[in-house]
């Protein structure tokens, strides 16, 4: 069965650290990978997606996620974060045979300033 | 962007009666729809996927009787939950793709707060 999984629960990190979020997926065929970003109060944003070609995709808010077709993981980067990233972050996958939509447990992060 | 509007946002009743949320795609057409239900502080639990025109696909564990998803159309899919119980409190929460096929972007509306009294 297709499954997400992120490790991460929740991250607390001081403005202008590094953050990186892991998602492992398990599903053997070809996928869609996605990142989505849930702010207090507001409902899901995307944040960047993975389809084909280059597996560094770069989205928005200078977030960055990596492709790794070989460790199925689809792990979310940002060089220096924000107070304003404080959100709830989730990881998606969707594979071709199932056209389902499945998501991460999510990862709740908080910057302090 | 595509944009997804759901209605209510919130709303309350009381056990046993049944409560209907209304999702649409506002400038765009979507051939499928999914409804995702949200536990607090938990992820997003897909129920089922509606496509135009055809029964609702439900996952396993999903009561078909109990939420009844309706597609009519290209811009609106509706879930009924029926004979609503405290358990049933939750955040629903419908996306749509749109376009046709495995590729196209899923778009998520605002979400709708059920508390069941």
């Known amino acids: 069965a297709q499954s997400v999984s992120q490790h991460n629960h929740h991250v607390i990190l001081s403005e202008a650290a590094s953050l990186e979020l892991g998602c492992n997926y398990s599903?053997?065929?070809?996928?869609?990978l996605f990142w989505y970003v849930q702010y207090p109060g507001q409902h899901l944003q995307l944040l960047l997606k993975?389809?084909?070609?280059?597996?560094l995709v770069k989205g928005i808010k200078g977030f960055e996620a990596e492709f790794i077709k070989s460790k199925f993981s689809f792990n979310l980067r940002k060089p220096s974060v924000q107070w304003s990233d404080t959100a709830e972050y989730f990881c998606a996958v969707n594979a071709r045979s199932t056209d389902k939509l499945i998501f991460g447990t999510g990862t709740r992060l908080q910057v302090f300033p | 962007g595509a944009v997804v509007s759901q209605h209510p946002s919130w709303v309350i009743c009381k056990s046993g009666t049944s409560v209907k949320i209304e999702c649409r795609s506002l400038?765009?057409?979507?051939?499928?729809m999914f409804w995702y239900r949200q536990f607090p502080k938990q992820s997003l639990m897909l129920m089922a996927t509606s496509n135009e025109g055809s029964k609702a696909t439900y996952e396993q564990g999903v009561e078909k009787d109990k939420f009844l998803i309706n597609h009519a159309s290209l811009t609106l899919s509706t879930l009924t939950v029926t004979s609503a119980h405290p358990e049933d409190s939750s955040f629903y929460i419908c996306?749509?793709?749109?376009?046709?096929?495995?590729?196209?972007?899923?778009?998520f509306g605002e979400g709708s707060r059920l508390t069941v009294l």
């Open positions: 599903y053997g065929g070809t996928v869609n």
């Open positions: 993975y389809f084909s070609g280059d597996p």
């Open positions: 996306s749509a793709r749109e376009r046709t096929g495995y590729t196209g972007e899923l778009f």
């Open positions: 400038d765009f057409q979507a051939t499928t």
